[in-house]
């Protein structure tokens, strides 16, 4: 029974705070403060661990502040160097299972700030040969978090974040509008029946439909890395409040540069650190951006349902690449799984944005405490949005294929091909045509033939495909 207890005990070591003393398992590189936040905060057990980006960012972040640190004398060399050896090997993705803290979390994000500060301190430690929690040496605190806060070194980390997950995002969207394009292509001479509010419009080609995805999409890409631009100015040096106490007066500019050299992207120091440690602007309108994204590709995918309705009782204009058995009752039956997944993304996404701009608006004062609702929903709809683009441009648009000829008799026999001769015929007898073609189940040519409406080889020029899917000169 002793033994037993004496294995238990060995399995913890005992860290100390302001609110008393608190176990932790032995075996992990986190200290007491992540403890606490692991058992208030069991919410959406999703952990900081499912987005490297955002550890890598915190990484970059703390050894920027290191290095300023040490450039004036507030940390000395050793201290500078293990933490740069520490952060590394984090950055290297060794100890992402020491991410533990729930992305929901109480506290503007202090207890993902002290995640990382103790895991740096007791990587740092172990790499001096001392035991872990032995902060006399390297204190979470004191070392890692000099001239920081979480006000900062937060919100400057999900920045960061974002814009790491950023060229993967928009590589995602360029495939698809790429593929897009090629389909336009492919489907330039297949003509068929445009549609408005569900009703036959006037003839188009499957080219030209493809073609409007492509555009819609490419109109995005531009827009995303023109609002990524304001995820550059950050906050880092103003501390709690942004009046950036504890701080060296060339702390802010210092560390700034340093955090530019190691991530490769240019950030600037914001030039009222007051009031960019309160304001969401920035969030809000990339949220923003995902959410239109999210929003089109959503009505793309509407679109590919319809036009693939059937496959012998609806439009089935195009084909859908099979992926898997649609029903368990109905034999054969193949249901369009990818478009509907991409819907269920962007709803994700739409909701993502709700919830930010919720959060957005919760800042009181000097801080928003509601930034981890914002930093993990921001991060959630960039993985969505650029997983699910993957998803839909391997899965189904590369797939896809034209009833050519069933889109043409469906033009064929449509009544909105008389909108193509209305200006020959005059509105009147165009309208009374259609009305009779529709109650009678005749055709359009065969009606204003009968009627010595138009001769034949004039009808026939004007309702070849080419004339009715662009302007003409008359």
Do not use: W
């Not at 806060?149 to 960061?160: E, G, I």
């Not at 995005?220 to 100015?233: G, N, P, T, V």
């Not at 699910?388 to 648009?397: A, D, E, K, V």
């Amino acid at each position: 029974m002793l033994c037993e207890e004496k294995v238990r005990i060995d399995n913890f070591r005992k860290e100390k705070d302001l609110l008393g003393e608190l176990n932790v398992p032995s075996d992990v590189f986190y200290g007491i403060q992540t403890q606490r936040a692991c058992n208030n905060f069991d919410l959406s057990g999703v952990q900081i661990n499912h987005f490297p980006e955002l550890i890598r960012a915190l990484c970059l972040v703390k050894l920027a502040c290191a290095k300023a640190n040490n450039e004036l004398g507030l940390l000395n060399d050793r201290k500078m160097q293990v933490i740069e050896v520490a952060v590394n090997k984090v950055i290297a993705g060794h100890h992402d299972k020491d991410f533990v803290v729930d992305m929901i979390q109480g506290g503007a994000g202090t207890s993902t700030n002290m995640n990382a500060n103790e895991v740096i301190a007791n990587v740092g430690l172990e790499l001096m040969g001392e035991q872990k929690g032995n902060y006399v040496l390297l204190h979470p605190n004191n070392d890692i978090n000099c001239s920081q806060s979480t006000n900062d070194v937060y919100p400057t980390a999900v920045r960061l974040s974002i814009l790491l997950q950023h060229s993967d995002l928009v590589s995602s969207l360029c495939s698809l509008r790429d593929t897009l394009c090629r389909k336009a292509d492919e489907f330039s001479e297949v003509i068929k029946m445009g549609r408005t509010q569900l009703q036959d419009a006037v003839p188009m080609t499957l080219g030209q439909e493809f073609q409007s995805y492509a555009s819609t999409l490419s109109e995005d890409i531009q827009r995303i890395a023109d609002l990524s631009e304001l995820l550059k100015e950050i906050n880092l040096g103003g501390t709690a409040i942004g009046t950036g106490i504890n701080t060296h007066e060339d702390y802010a500019p210092l560390v700034v540069q340093h955090l530019s050299r190691l991530s490769d992207i240019e950030f600037t120091l914001a030039t009222d650190l007051i009031e960019a440690s309160s304001d969401m602007g920035a969030f809000v309108l990339f949220s923003s951006m995902l959410k239109r994204l999210a929003i089109k590709l959503s009505k793309i995918s509407n679109d590919l349902r319809l036009l693939s309705m059937g496959p012998r009782c609806g439009l089935a204009e195009i084909n859908l690449p099979a992926q898997q058995p649609g029903s368990s009752i109905m034999p054969g039956k193949i249901n369009p799984v990818i478009p509907e997944a991409m819907n269920q993304v962007a709803y994700q996404v739409m909701g993502n944005d709700l919830a930010i701009s919720f959060a957005a608006e919760a800042g009181q004062l000097q801080l928003n405490a509601m930034e981890p609702l914002i930093a993990y929903k921001l991060l959630e709809s960039i993985r969505l949005l650029t997983k699910s683009m993957n998803m839909l441009n391997t899965r189904c648009i590369e797939g896809i294929t034209a009833n050519e000829e069933h889109c043409r008799e469906q033009v064929n026999n449509s009544i909105g091909i008389i909108t193509a001769i209305s200006p020959y015929l005059g509105y009147e007898d165009a309208t009374r045509i259609a009305k009779k073609a529709l109650v009678t189940g005749s055709s359009i040519l065969d009606l204003v033939l009968e009627e010595n409406l138009m001769d034949e080889k004039e009808l026939t020029y004007h309702l070849q495909p080419k004339n009715m899917v662009r302007p003409n000169s008359r």
